[in-house]
């Protein structure tokens, strides 16, 4: 079976630095249950009692915003005015979830369930699996995820599709590689990567046909440990994943056939693609977790090296202008790098051990 791993992003028109409300970042601050709300180049509030934020997820739909907390809440908010609509608890450690057109799916770890609730954040069911659930995702009237301690991914069918509430039924289940870790989606592709298992697993969702992919380096050698694929970047025509245990970005084409390793100056956590795909942001751990290095995706070759006054826990590229937030967690401040020229643009305060950064843009009046 040959198969495609290409992730088309939208590409963006750059406009003169200037700035706009358009585009409000949600930036997770970490260690006080709290969310910054950074507007015009400024951190203008902060919606609190949010939880615990120690890895704090967020998604949009429309105007509708949930984040989820590391101790099982999840909470609804009206992106445009930060107010918050619904909470529920729906167990002592939740993982990830997914927003349906009529519910939110919730894959706990720390009940071993999975939750259905209503776009309010009511409850309509409660799936046990007797494993931490992780992967979770949507295709069609399927819902699916992995079992982190059974060795398996779960594809549920929504017996009510199309007619009301979800009623979501066993439809078919995989055993797959040792302890699934993390998983995305393509199209009607279902790739889930593995702890213990060197390669990802690949499911066809139309076909329901299960295969395992190897991926190896020059030298033909099996990689690929824990590929947490929130980590990874892709592009039209390539794949950039960050090595595990080694000072290097490995690049592949979208059939994973091997091109080359880009070294780089520490050990890569995380990669970011560009909006126009022209550039690649790389951040590091250990002595490297202050610095960023900017890689050409044509030539393969870093350009950029910027080093901050603290820890990288992530970075945002923004959609309309050129520029990238970055969260230096040690100063409690969030950097702005201008992509045009490739300098520290601005600053922003009042940011709390800062995390993760969601973009919301906000739609055009007319």
């Given at each position: 079976m040959r198969f495609l791993l290409s992730v088309l992003l939208l590409g963006s028109t750059f406009f003169s630095i200037t700035l706009s409300a358009k585009e409000k970042y949600f930036v997770v601050e970490r260690e006080s249950e709290s969310v910054a709300v950074i507007e015009d180049g400024l951190a203008k509030r902060h919606m609190k009692h949010m939880h615990n934020m120690n890895h704090g997820v967020m998604k949009f739909d429309g105007n509708d915003a949930y984040i989820i907390s590391r101790d099982g809440y999840i909470i609804?908010?009206?992106?445009?005015?930060?107010?918050?609509?619904?909470?529920?608890?729906?167990?002592?450690s939740a993982i990830g979830f997914v927003i349906g057109k009529n519910y939110v799916?919730?894959?706990?770890?720390?009940?071993?369930?999975?939750?259905?609730?209503?776009?309010?954040?009511?409850?309509?069911?409660?799936?046990?699996?007797?494993?931490?659930?992780?992967?979770?995702?949507?295709?069609?009237?399927?819902?699916?995820?992995?079992?982190?301690?059974?060795?398996?991914?779960?594809?549920?069918?929504d017996e009510n599709y199309g007619k009301g509430l979800p009623?979501?039924?066993?439809?078919?289940?995989?055993?797959?590689?040792?302890?699934?870790?993390?998983?995305?989606?393509k199209k009607n592709t279902y790739i889930v990567g593995f702890f213990l298992t060197k390669g990802f697993g690949?499911?066809?969702?139309?076909?329901?046909?299960?295969?395992l992919i190897k991926v190896t380096d020059e030298e033909n050698k099996p990689v690929l440990k824990v590929p947490h694929f929130g980590f990874w970047s892709l592009s039209k025509e390539r794949t950039f994943i960050p090595a595990v245990g080694d000072n290097a970005v490995m690049v592949y084409d979208n059939n994973f056939k091997f091109i080359q390793n880009i070294k780089t100056q520490g050990l890569p956590v995380f990669t970011s693609l560009s909006p126009d795909q022209k550039y690649l942001a790389v951040t590091y751990s250990g002595k490297n977790f202050?610095?960023?290095?900017?890689?050409?995706?044509?030539?393969?070759?870093?350009?950029?090296?910027?080093?901050?006054?603290?820890?990288?826990?992530?970075?945002?590229?923004?959609q309309k202008y050129p520029e990238l937030y970055v969260s230096v967690n040690d100063a409690n401040q969030v950097n702005v790098i201008n992509t045009d020229e490739w300098f520290l643009e601005r600053e922003i305060y009042q940011v709390k051990h800062p995390s993760g950064i969601f973009l919301y843009q906000m739609p055009d009046k007319k």
């Open positions: 609804k908010f009206d992106a445009r005015t930060e107010k918050k609509e619904a909470e529920y608890k729906t167990s002592k799916a919730v894959a706990n770890y720390d009940d071993k369930s999975v939750d259905i609730l209503t776009r309010d954040l009511k409850p309509i069911d409660k799936i046990v699996t007797g494993s931490k659930n992780v992967g979770i995702k949507i295709y069609k009237d399927m819902l699916i995820f992995a079992q982190m301690d059974n060795d398996k991914v779960t594809v549920l069918k009623k979501f039924k066993t439809f078919k289940e995989f055993n797959v590689g040792k302890m699934p870790f993390d998983a995305m989606i690949v499911i066809d969702l139309d076909t329901m046909k299960y295969h202050p610095t960023i290095q900017i890689i050409d995706t044509k030539t393969l070759k870093i350009i950029k090296t910027f080093t901050f006054k603290g820890k990288v826990l992530h970075v945002r590229w923004s």
